[in-house]
């Protein structure tokens, strides 16, 4: 089935740890995106990329890197200089142009002990 | 960016149509509405969405405002499985691509 894969659902990391959040997709979608939930509250906006070998930063990304070197694939790091990594974290992919909506995958739910 | 504006909660009786009204007073003429749902804990998911005229599929109805500074999402009958937040976004196209900003949306719960 086409989809957006986010491994893993669940994610358990050390205080000053990197660590990486895997999103694949085979809807063959040009752009990707990298959003964050905290409790209660709506998504925000880490990175996007339209295009392999290009990322913008969003609202929020200090503590964050991405790289996009496949067109399938857009791994989020979450740094040690994040203060507060502890939330759900959710891929999206689209067409690059026109008004086709966003699609997203299940999220990953990132703690740190 | 466009802003939206949403009652944070909302009620319906099970089998009633369920209306959730959204403010976008500062929309582009260029500038589409996307109205998502998010169960808990689940990814977002993609009801519906539209330019000016109204759109209707097999999950919900989008009726926007002949000026455009608001819409309403109508769910014909609602079941206990809508219960969700639901999203009204307006899509911002910059240089640099398009992306989705998000509110709090409102919490839609569906009562037997």
């Known amino acids: 089935d086409g989809g957006i894969t986010q491994s893993p659902k669940y994610l358990f990391r050390k205080e000053g740890q990197n660590v990486t959040l895997s999103c694949e997709q085979n809807?063959?979608?040009?752009?990707m995106y990298w959003y964050r939930q905290d409790p209660g509250q709506g998504l925000r906006l880490i990175y996007y990329?339209?295009?392999?070998?290009?990322?913008q930063k969003g609202d929020i990304a200090e503590g964050y890197s991405v790289s996009r070197e496949k067109k399938e694939s857009f791994p989020l790091t979450v740094t040690s200089a994040q203060k507060n990594p502890t939330a759900f974290y959710l891929c999206?992919?689209?067409?690059?142009?026109?008004?086709?909506?966003?699609?997203f995958g299940d999220g990953t739910r990132l703690s740190i002990l | 960016d466009a802003k939206t504006t949403q009652p944070p909660s909302m009620d319906c009786a099970e089998g009633r149509a369920a209306n959730l009204p959204c403010n976008h007073s500062t929309i582009s003429g260029n500038e589409y509405v996307y109205w998502y749902r998010q169960i808990h804990s689940q990814g977002p998911q993609y009801i519906i969405h539209g330019l000016k005229n109204n759109e209707t599929n097999e999950m919900a109805s989008l009726i926007i405002t002949e000026d455009r500074k608001s819409s309403t999402l109508i769910l014909p009958h609602a079941t206990l499985r809508d219960t969700a937040v639901y999203y009204c976004?307006?899509?911002?196209?910059?240089?640099?691509?398009?992306?989705?900003?998000f509110g709090e949306g409102t919490q839609l719960t569906v009562n037997p």
């Open positions: 976004i307006v899509r911002v196209q910059e240089t640099s691509g398009s992306r989705l900003t």
């Open positions: 809807l063959n979608h040009d752009a």
């Open positions: 990329s339209q295009i392999v070998n290009d990322f």
């Open positions: 999206a992919s689209r067409p690059r142009g026109g008004n086709q909506p966003q699609h």
